[in-house]
Every structure is written in C-alpha cells, then in structure tokens.
C-alpha cells in the first residue's frame, strides 16, 4: 500500500517535473518569436538595402513557423509523424510547382 | 430487428433517412448510386459521338452540338462516374475493412457526396437552361474557354467547383479515418491494399485538387468579373490555366486507378487461395507512383513549346511511373502463379484487366517519350492510350468491385450467368472500340473533329469502333439487370460467401449499423484468413460487449449544399442581370447560415445499449 503511494508520488513529481520543462520551452519560444518579429520590423526601420533586408526577414519567418509548428502546436510531440509527412509533402508539392511555373512560364 | 422496421418503412421516412444519413455504408451506396446514373448519362453521350463517327462526313448531330457532347462525355465520366463510384467503395467497404465503426467525420462525409451530387446536377442543367452545354473539351483550355459563348463554361466552372469542394472534403476525411481509427492490432503494415490505396489515394486529392479549384477561380473571375489572369491582350497568361489544370489533372488520373488497384490486389488473392504476393514493394510502388505523379504533369503540354530542357526532364519523369506499375503487374500475376484459382466474374474482370491495363501503360510510356508525342498528340493515339488505362483499368476495377463486394454491401450474390455474359459483351466490344483507334490515330486521325473524309482509310475502322462501342453498351445493361434481378430475386448469402481474408468478411453481410458489435483483435495481414488457418474462424473481440456511440442524422449538409447551389447558379446568371446577385446572397446566407446553426447547436450523438446489443443474434 505504502509502496504504491510511493510510486504514485514519483510519477507525479516526474510529471511536474515534466510540466515545468514544456512551460519553460513555450516561454523561451514565445520570447524568441517575439524578438524575431521585433527584428524584423527593425531590420525594415534601420533603412536596410532590399537584397539584405527580404531574404533575412523570409529566414526568420521560415524559422518562426518552425517554431509554431513545433513547439505551439506540439509537432515535435510524438504521434505527429503523419501530420508532419503531410505538411512536408504539401510544402513539397507547392515548391515544385512554384519552381516550374518560375521556370518555364516566366523565365 | 432492425431491418424488419426498416422494411415497414413507408417511401416518406426512406427518403428522409437518406437524405439525413452520416453512416458510411449508406453514403457509399448513394455514391455509387449517384455515380451509376452519371455513368449512364456520360455512357448515352459517347454512344451519340460514336454513331455520329460511324461513317464519313455524318451529320447525326452538328459540329457545336457534337462539342458539347464530347466535352459533356468526358467531364461527366471523371468527375461525376468514375470518382465518386470509386469514393462510394472506399465509404462502404476502407472502414470496415481497418475494423472502425464509421468514418473519422460523418457529417462532412455526408456534406461531400451531398456537394458532389448537386455539382454534377448542377453541370447537366446546362443543357437545359445554359443556352448550350459547356463546349470547350473536359480540359477547358483558355482562351477557347474564354470564348466560349452562352453559359455552358459557367455551369462547368460552378459544377466543378461544388463538386471539387465535396471530394477535398471525401479525401481529407479518409486520411483522417485511416490515421486515428483503425482497430486493436491494425497497424499500417498489416492494412489491406484496398485501405491503403484509399489512403494515398486520398493524399492525392488533398495536394492535386487545390489546384483545380485555383484554376477554376481565375477561370471565374475571367468569364464573370472581367479579370484577365488568362487573356493575353491584356497581359495575362493563357499557359497557366494548362499548367494548373494539369497539375490538378494528371494526379486525378492516379486517383482513379490507385483504388482500382486496390481492388485487384483484394479480389486476386481472394479467389486464388494465396496471400499477396510483394505486399510491401505493393505499398512502396503506391507510394512511388503517387510522388512521381506529381512530377509528370507537363507530359500532357509538349506541344506547348516548353523548350527542349522542360521536355526532358518531364519524359523521364514519366517514364519512370512505368517502372512501380510494371512492379504490381508481376506482383499480381505472382499471386496468381500456383494458386487455386477460381474463376468467377469477380476474377473474369480482375483477369481481363492486367493485360488490358499493360497495353495502355505501353502507349503510355510511347506518349511519354516527348519528340514520338508531337506525331501522336491530339490523335485518336491519344483517345486509345488513355480510354485502356481509363476503361480497361478504373472500369474494369467498378464492375470487379461490384460483382466482388455487391454481397457484402446488400446481403445477395450476383447472378453469375449474367455477371458472364456482361463481361464478355463489355470486353469485346471495350476491345473492337479503342484499339482500332490506336491505328486510326497513327494513320493521322485528329481528336475533337466532328467528322472525318471518306477514302482516307478511316471508314473501316470507324465503323468497327462504333459496332464496339454499342456492345459496350449491352453490357453494361446486362449489369443493370443483373443489379435489379438480384435486387428482387437474388440469392441471399453468409457474411462471407467468398471464403476470403480480410476484416469486412468478418461481420453479418448487409452489416449492422455499428459494423463491430465488439472490434476485433488484429493479429496479421488478412486477419480473417489467421483465424480460418487456426482453426478459429473468427475475430478474437479486443473489448467486452460496451454501448456503442453513434451520431445522429442531420438534414444540414443537404441544407448548406441547397445554398452553395443557389448561389452558384447566382453567380452563373448575375453576369445578364444584376438581379441574380439576390441568389447569390441568398444562397450564401442559407449555407452560412446552416453553418453556424450547426457550429452552435451541441449534437451528441446517441448510444446503441448494452443490453439491445447482446439480444441482437451473432
Ligand atoms: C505508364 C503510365 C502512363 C503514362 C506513361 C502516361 C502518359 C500519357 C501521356 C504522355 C499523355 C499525353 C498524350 C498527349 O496528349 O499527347 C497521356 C494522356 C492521358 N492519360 Fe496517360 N499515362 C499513363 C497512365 C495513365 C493512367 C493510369 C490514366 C488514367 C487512369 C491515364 C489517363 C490519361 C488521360 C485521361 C489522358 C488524356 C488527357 C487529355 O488530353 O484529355 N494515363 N498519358
Ligand atoms: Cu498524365
């Protein structure tokens, strides 16, 4: 009886123990996807030539959806493999078109 | 029980039933309906093409009328036949055959055929208040769909549209089923080749349909709002309607034959007496062909001029699809290789498939090569390639499919004499049609001409394809009388009257509402056939008897669809006259409407008992 209580105990303060490790996560990403963001607009603000200054902003928007997606809608979470094969593909086919379309219609 | 109340019913309450239905089986049986009747429709246009081609300068019908029919024809065979009865299969049978008790969305699944129906009903309306039916080919290439007058291309763009919306939602909803719900025991690599082709399947149309839908909205805008995506004096870009559309168009080929596949790699084995042979390199080659046949699209655009580099890449590319196809053509014929086998109509159709399907395959990879296609394109070269793979593949897999699940899904067995005799009628005349026409195309015969010359070396050959193609025809009305003989008379059969192998032989043949009174403990590839080689013969339960969760019947889908239905008809219309705005709006508050109703209102569901469970016989 004791015994079982005591086990109980443990995976309850592994689970807290767990809990405060994903809080932590999310604030850091917050914190990071807020700064990202700050960035950019002052990347726009401090007069940045336009070569310098689109393909910087469009990195740190790659990185803030991989962000989202991993971290606030739990994709790194296990039992997200299908989603994640979905979405890859999906991000696949959509380049693959843009590019021939770049290529062979306008270029 | 419940099936004696169900017959007490008077045509009032059936037909409210339908109308509120979400289960699967009784969806899959209004596609298949649904699909059936479009199949008729599209069927009577090729015949009217075909005696207006049956001797030199014909002139049965007119050039503009003869238009309409082949663009009729072939839009109504894709999207309103060949699909949904494909959909209709993979709702009757994918969710019984994984061990679930419905689908993963019941009410979007009614909301999708309910969307598909309407859409094609919407597109044959043209005929009677479109001043025409669409007549710019099933493609609709910009600009001649620009030009087209009178309002046939609104009613193919609207019809389309709807019925695009429905199948998104079809496909999205059997990826979601597959991923979450199968039973105890089912991982993937123990799922049937039906469910598995279903599921790519489904993945095919959630990444190949948003770009007709796309393609669709800027052929809208053209027609309707006076844009210009695809005007060229304007500055807009007529190439890029053929791109989309194909990026659509060429996945939605592999939509159709991958269920078909499917349902080979069922039957075969099933009336062989062995497993599958190469169940895994099966489910590789699925996959393959899928990605390759995203990458393949432009082979339809040779003639473009795309430059000699575009070109290339894409032959190649689609060449390469031979190679996962020619991998299940051995895989199936290894099954066979050894097995008992039983010839019925079933396997008749199974058997007469694999070599109808190669020779399509081989004119396939002959069109592919991209120098040879500027010789064939546009012929009737083109018309045979790909009514083999479309005929001799899909159609052949909907009549082995129905002969092979009719008792399963309705409780009868087909009449065998007749399943006979329909398939050789069909696959005689299927042959004396379409590979004439391989010839004709080479001799110079252009596709899309409403009449041919006389002494050109084409007479002979017309006349044969035609004489085809009306026994073709006979065929598929033996079929029909088949169905209704077996309707009323047909002998009634077990749950598994083909000794076969998977899940859905393990349940009551029609089953009950809740598939599964207990799910079933999987326990291998082709559970059934396990339980019958250890000498159990049937599904171990993975749960005790428990009350069943179902969801009630809603008339909302069919509510929402009314409006998106009104409103397209709206739009078709507001172009002559403002006033159909009013439908517009209308039609759209209706849907909206329906939807927010039914976002707001709980729906619970209900419980099937316990106790009502275990009264009801095994
Ligand atoms: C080995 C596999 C295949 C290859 C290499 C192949 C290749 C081709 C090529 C190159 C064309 C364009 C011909 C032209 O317009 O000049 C074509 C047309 C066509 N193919 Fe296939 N194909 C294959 C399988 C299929 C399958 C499985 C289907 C359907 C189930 C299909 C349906 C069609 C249709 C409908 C067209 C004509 C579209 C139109 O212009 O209206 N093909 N095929
Ligand atoms: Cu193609």
Redesign the pocket.
Known sequence: MNNENMNIDKINSFQKQQNKEEMKKQIITFVLMIAFTVVAFAVVASGLEAIYAVPLILILAVVQVGFQFYYFMHMKDEGHEVPAALIYGGIWVAILVALTMATIIWW | MSIATTQKKGFGAVLWDYLTTVDHKKIGNMYIAAGAFFFLIGGLEALIIRIQLIKPENDFISAGLYNEMITMH?TTMIFFAATPILIGFMNAIMPLQIGARDVAFPFLNSLGFWLFFFGGVLLNLSWIFGGGAPDAG??SYAPLSLQSPGHGVDFYVMGLQLSGAGTLMGGINFIVTIVTMRAPGMTYMRMPLFTWTTFVTSILILFAFPALTVGLFLLMFDRMFGSAFFDVALGGNAIIWQHLFWIF?HPE??I??LPAFGIFSEIIPAFSKKRLFGYTSMVFATFLIAFLGFMVWA??M?TVGLGPVANAIFAVA??A??VP?GIKIFNWLATMWGGSITINSAMLWALAFIPSFTI??MT??M??AASA?YQ???TYF?VA??HY??VG??VFGIFAATHYWYPKMFGRILHEGLGKLSFWLFFIGFHLTFFIQHFLGLMGMPRRYWVFLENQGLDTGNLISTIGAFLMGLGTIVVLINVVYTAVKGKKVSGDPWDARTLEWAIPSPPPEYNFKQLPLVRGLDPLWIEKTEGKGKMTPAEPVVDIHMPNGSIYPFIMTIGFFIASIGFIFQVDNNVWLLAVYFGMALALGTMVVRSLKDDHGYHIHKEDLEREAD
Do not use: K, Q, S
């Open positions: 072939g099933w493609t168009g080929v592999y159709l034959i082979h339809h040779f689609t060449m699809i031979a196809t399509g395959g396939g990879v069109l592919g296609d064939y394109h546009d083109v390639h790909f793979v479309i593949g899909v």
